[in-house]
């Protein structure tokens, strides 16, 4: 059974800075993706960044360009995402998702071409 476990979520303030944090198990990812999604309050589940099997397809969300970056170490199977420069827009739950099969191709960046999913974790950002 796949399991993707986050953790690393908390209470910061503005400008603060977080690691979040993804293992999965039950199957490695050896050729597909992972990704992070977040969801706040009210709204959809929105793409924030994904990552190839390889680390060399990587996509981030506009709205976290320059502040977040995603990365994974394969042999713990595990995938990151740190959040620096952080605002109260980024307070959301934040899922972990993965896929299988993705080969060579560009990263998904929309919820239905993931699989698997963790039960989240709460990011809040106060002013």
């Known amino acids: 059974q796949v399991q993707l476990v986050e953790s690393g979520g908390g209470l910061v303030q503005a400008g603060d800075s977080l690691r979040l944090s993804c293992v999965a198990s039950?199957?490695?990812?050896?050729?597909?993706?992972m990704a992070w999604f977040r969801q706040a309050p009210g709204k959809e589940r929105d793409f924030v960044a994904a990552?190839?099997?390889?680390?060399?397809?990587?996509n981030y969300a506009d709205s976290v360009k320059g502040r977040f970056t995603i990365s994974r170490d394969a042999a713990k199977n595990t995938v990151y995402l740190q959040m620096n420069s952080l605002k109260p827009e980024d307070t959301a739950v934040y899922y972990c998702?993965?896929?299988?099969?993705?080969?060579?191709?560009?990263?998904?960046?929309?919820?239905?071409?993931?699989?698997?999913w963790g039960q989240g974790t709460q990011v809040t950002v106060s002013s």
């Open positions: 990552i190839r099997w390889d680390g060399r397809s990587i």
């Open positions: 039950g199957r490695t990812f050896t050729h597909g993706a």
């Open positions: 998702a993965a896929r299988n099969s993705l080969g060579y191709g560009l990263v998904p960046t929309d919820t239905d071409r993931y699989a698997y």
